[in-house]
């Protein structure tokens, strides 16, 4: 682990307190909040578990993400990833939905969160893949991309996987999510969940799987399905020479 990673590492097997670089780095979201989710945060942390309070000047993570999921948001970092392509490039797209029947005021929805219903509405309304069936996540996002180029005219810039780029994948996996403690894009299929006592309304943290095989000594303690740690499954990571 490198020295970032240490200090990341160790403040999530804390507890639920996370820094504001954390808060940007990972969420992508600038602290504290502004206008009217400020005041909406503030009233939800006075109903929040007080028992999950951190110490100091951290803020806590968990009632950031259940802030979220109690309002149908996500950061637009995360929102971008789960399509495959950059923040800047969802950017692009929320210009030119409005194009397509979409209104860009209903899914972007400032403070850097994104409706959560924006992915689904943007697929019923793309016709070359509204009634398609996908092998993967990677299938989607390809196709997902050259919709977007052939209808919204976006070019899109990817979003790919850490780890499939490390290991040389042919084709390249996207990503979907980030890794909670490298912070680099992770694809569904190199991810495994760790259990930093997150409740389980909550999204897992989620570890590239070459990064646990290289730093399982530390990691081990913190995965939530132990079966996914062996040796056998972890046989093709330990070989890249690579780190994701």
Not at 61 to 75: G, K, Q, T
Not at 112 to 139: E, K, Y
Not at 167 to 172: F, S
Request: charged letters at 25%; hydrophobic letters at 40%; a positive charge.
């Amino acid at each position: 682990m490198t020295a970032k990673e240490k200090k990341r590492f160790a403040m999530l097997s804390a507890g639920p307190g996370a820094d504001l670089d954390y808060i940007s780095d990972y969420y992508g979201l600038s602290w504290p909040l502004s206008g009217a989710y400020a005041g909406a945060f503030e009233s939800f942390m006075r109903t929040a578990p007080k028992g999950r309070k951190p110490q100091g000047k951290l803020i806590s993570r968990i009632d950031i993400e259940a802030f979220m999921v109690l309002n149908d948001l996500s950061p637009m970092k995360w929102a971008a990833a789960r399509m495959g392509i950059s923040a800047g490039s969802l950017g692009e797209v929320l210009k030119k939905i409005h194009n397509i029947g979409m209104l860009p005021s209903r899914y972007d929805v400032g403070d850097g969160f994104i409706a959560d219903s924006m992915q689904d509405d943007l697929i019923r309304h793309l016709p070359g893949i509204r009634f398609r069936v996908f092998n993967d996540n990677t299938d989607f996002c390809r196709r997902l991309h050259a919709e977007l180029q052939k209808t919204l005219s976006v070019t899109v810039e990817p979003l790919i996987c850490a780890t499939s780029g490390a290991l040389g994948e042919a084709p390249v996996r996207f990503a979907y999510d980030f890794d909670c403690i490298t912070l680099k894009p992770l694809s569904l299929h190199h991810a495994l969940w760790l259990n930093f006592h997150k409740p389980l309304n909550l999204p897992p943290d989620r570890c590239s799987r070459q990064y646990f095989a290289k730093n399982k000594g530390m990691l081990s303690a913190f995965l939530l399905n132990p079966g996914e740690g062996s040796a056998e499954t972890l046989q093709e990571y330990r070989r890249s020479k690579v780190s994701a």
